[in-house]
């Protein structure tokens, strides 16, 4: 692997790693909030994202590289209401797919063929959590205040 591909996937290690900061800190919110489904389905998303970053650590690592975690930012910590939280989700979600995407690009452009067969991976997932963040704002604004008490209990149902 290039120095530059391994710098942009510890870059986006880093990346993962807030993600998984910012869900546990809206998990933690909501969980304040009386919220105990959505938080517990955020907890899961906060584990799933420090996931991804082991996952891109090792690969560093099996390829040669050397994984590096740096500094990680703050994240926020209020957002509002349930929908405010989830629309911030899907936000959030699809930043991180345009991350990916240009990783796969400086992958492709680095003509490192391995690196971008495994981002690609990465690519199909960071689709489905788009889409299933969508589908729960969604699910938000047409059910309303009353039918967010089914969401909650829904997504408190994620394994």
Same mark, same amino acid.
């Given at each position: 692997?290039?120095?530059?591909?391994?710098?942009?996937?510890?870059?986006?290690?880093?990346?993962?790693?807030?993600?998984?900061?910012?869900?546990?800190?809206?998990?933690?919110?909501?969980?304040?909030?009386?919220?105990?489904?959505?938080?517990?389905? %955020?907890?899961?998303?906060?584990? =799933?994202?420090? +996931?991804?970053?082991? &996952?891109? *650590?090792?690969?560093?690592? !099996?390829?040669?590289?050397?994984?590096?975690?740096?500094?990680?930012?703050?994240?926020?910590?209020?957002?509002?209401?349930?929908?405010?939280?989830?629309?911030?989700?899907?936000?959030?979600?699809?930043?991180?797919?345009?991350?990916?995407?240009?990783?796969?690009?400086?992958?492709?452009?680095?003509?490192?063929?391995?690196?971008?067969?495994? %981002?690609?991976?990465?690519?199909? =997932?960071?689709? +489905?959590?788009?889409? &299933?963040? *969508?589908?729960?704002?969604? !699910?938000?604004?047409?059910?309303?205040?009353?039918?967010?008490?089914?969401?909650?209990?829904?997504?408190?149902?994620?394994?």
């Amino acid at each position: 692997m290039t120095e530059k591909l391994v710098q942009a996937i510890n870059d986006q290690i880093i990346a993962e790693l807030w993600s998984s900061n910012l869900y546990l800190q809206m998990s933690l919110y909501l969980k304040a909030e009386g919220w105990d489904g959505c938080a517990h389905w %955020l907890e899961l998303q906060a584990a =799933e994202e420090k +996931e991804h970053a082991m &996952t891109m *650590a090792d690969y560093i690592i !099996k390829r040669g590289g050397r994984a590096k975690i740096g500094m990680i930012d703050t994240v926020p910590e209020g957002w509002g209401s349930v929908a405010d939280v989830f629309e911030h989700v899907y936000k959030h979600e699809c930043h991180v797919s345009a991350l990916i995407d240009n990783l796969v690009d400086i992958a492709s452009s680095e003509k490192d063929k391995a690196s971008q067969d495994f %981002l690609w991976g990465f690519v199909r =997932e960071q689709v +489905e959590e788009e889409a &299933t963040a *969508a589908s729960i704002v969604s !699910k938000i604004k047409n059910y309303g205040e009353l039918g967010l008490h089914m969401i909650d209990s829904e997504l408190g149902q994620r394994q």
